[in-house]
């Protein structure tokens, strides 16, 4: 999945953007390796906020339940105070996750549940989030390609704060094949304090 978000937080401006590449190769019927990179940024581009990568090893319980052990490497590039410098944050991070799938008629929803253990430059961390997605098509026909998207996913810490953050999405998408399709849509970060808000352009690829 490759996704060109803009939003509306940075340092000198308004227009930010992140890159991001989902993919899932499929090994055989039972397993499947997950790999993604994410590349944000405070503006356009050429200011990073933060680099993602992350890999797993997935295994389908059911064909429509899958189990997945991964890990993440993150860099961040955060501002100090109002100034124009920044500080790098490394950060080394173990996930599981389950996601199930149901269908209802012509709608598909999707719940995810993932579990981070998070060591931030000498801390540790751990962190709970919960996905809920939907997809309803436009049309009862087969070879309709048009369809509504949208999700809410919440962050949860362990400890004090509690709560870390909640993404709220809403797009339209277009199926152009089998294995591609693509979304354009909004999204709203919000946080304990403040919140962010972004347009968000969507290309998800299953090979």
Do not use: C
């Not at 989902?22 to 680099?51: C, M, P, T």
Request: charged fraction near 20%; glycine fraction near 8%.
């Amino acid at each position: 999945m490759l996704m060109l978000p803009l939003y509306s937080i940075g340092q000198d401006s308004n227009f930010g953007n992140w890159m991001i590449y989902f993919g899932n190769k499929k090994i055989n019927s039972k397993w499947n390796i997950h790999n993604e990179v994410q590349y944000r940024n405070y503006n356009a581009i050429g200011d990073l906020e933060q680099l993602l990568l992350r890999v797993g090893l997935g295994y389908n319980l059911t064909e429509k339940t899958n189990i997945l052990l991964g890990y993440g490497y993150i860099l961040s590039e955060n501002y100090i105070g109002g100034s124009d410098e920044k500080e790098q944050v490394n950060e080394n991070r173990i996930y599981q996750q389950l996601i199930t799938k149901q269908n209802y008629k012509n709608l598909t929803v999707q719940h995810r549940y993932r579990f981070e253990q998070r060591f931030v430059e000498d801390d540790f961390r751990l962190r709970l989030r919960y996905f809920l997605g939907v997809n309803i098509p436009l049309s009862k026909k087969e070879t309709n390609r048009w369809y509504l998207s949208a999700y809410n996913e919440i962050f949860l810490n362990t400890e004090s704060p509690i709560f870390d953050r909640n993404r709220l999405y809403g797009g339209f998408g277009y199926k152009i094949n089998d294995s591609v399709r693509m979304e354009l849509g909004y999204m709203n970060q919000f946080f304990e304090i403040g919140s962010t808000d972004q347009l968000n352009i969507i290309t998800f690829v299953n090979f």
